[in-house]
T-cell receptor, first 112, second 114 residues
Framework: GENVEQHPSTLSVQEGDSAVIKCTYSDSASNYFPWYKQELGKRPQLIIDIRSNVGEKKDQRIAVTLNKTAKHFSLHITETQPEDSAVYFCAASLGATNKLIFGTGTLLAVQP | DAGVIQSPRHEVTEMGQEVTLRCKPISGHDYLFWYRQTMMRGLELLIYFNNNVPIDDSGMPEDRFSAKMPNASFSTLKIQPSEPRDSAVYFC????????????FGDGTRLSIL
């Protein structure tokens, strides 16, 4: 079946540094790629998403890039802060459906 | 705006008992999703509905699991009989009409089967 691979599984950075999380998907028909942040014991919260007709999207300190040819997309967080510490999940749509396939998550720790 | 509302937040019950989880989607949303989250398997889609009709239930693990959506503002996920391996956090999410619409998650139900 279709899947989404996410790397790294854990990431530790110093406050103020940048963090990059990468995902690869297998379904060439995928056209929607959201990113979720999940704090311990809380619900996943959408932080940014990108659609297949766009190569990059930015929202303040967060950016996502998409390479459809290589079937991979990345989350970039600049000027990291301790409150950015959480598990981040990428996801890709199954084709053009509303079904999402989630990556396995990246635990980001921002050290003050 | 009220988000997706799930109940109960926590459920502890003994093996063999029936468990019912409830979800109220965001008003006006046409899609409703049930997910299960565990350390071993991550976040898995169990089933989703469009306009109260089940569209894809391929993620439902076995016949002990069933889901219904009797109207646009309410859905249930039922496990009967429950087993210890069903212990997980169950999330409900909803999204608006159309493709590629963001899914908004509820706070989840933490289920423990003893």
């Amino acid at each position: 079946g279709e899947n989404v691979e996410q790397h790294p599984s854990t990431l530790s950075v110093q406050e103020g540094d940048s963090a990059v999380i990468k995902c690869t998907y297998s379904d060439s028909a995928s056209n929607y790629f959201p990113w979720y942040k999940q704090e311990l014991g809380k619900r996943p919260q959408l932080i940014i998403d990108i659609r297949s007709n766009v190569g990059e999207k930015k929202d303040q300190r967060i950016a996502v890039t998409l390479n459809k040819t290589a079937k991979h997309f990345s989350l970039h967080i600049t000027e990291t802060q301790p409150e950015d510490s959480a598990v981040y999940f990428c996801a890709a749509s199954l084709g053009a459906t509303n079904k999402l396939i989630f990556g396995t998550g990246t635990l980001l720790a921002v050290q003050p | 705006d009220a988000g997706v509302i799930q109940s109960p937040r926590h459920e502890v019950t003994e093996m063999g008992q029936e468990v019912t989880l409830r979800c109220k989607p965001i008003s006006g949303h046409d899609y409703l999703f049930w997910y299960r989250q565990t350390m071993m398997r991550g976040l898995e889609l169990l089933i989703y509905f469009n306009n109260n009709v089940p569209i894809d239930d391929s993620g439902m693990p076995e016949d002990r699991f069933s889901a219904k959506m009797p109207n646009a503002s309410f859905s249930t996920l039922k496990i009967q009989p429950s087993e210890p391996r069903d212990s997980a956090v169950y999330f409900c999410a909803s999204s608006a009409w159309g493709s590629n619409q963001p899914q908004h998650f509820g706070d989840g139900t933490r289920l423990s089967i003893l």
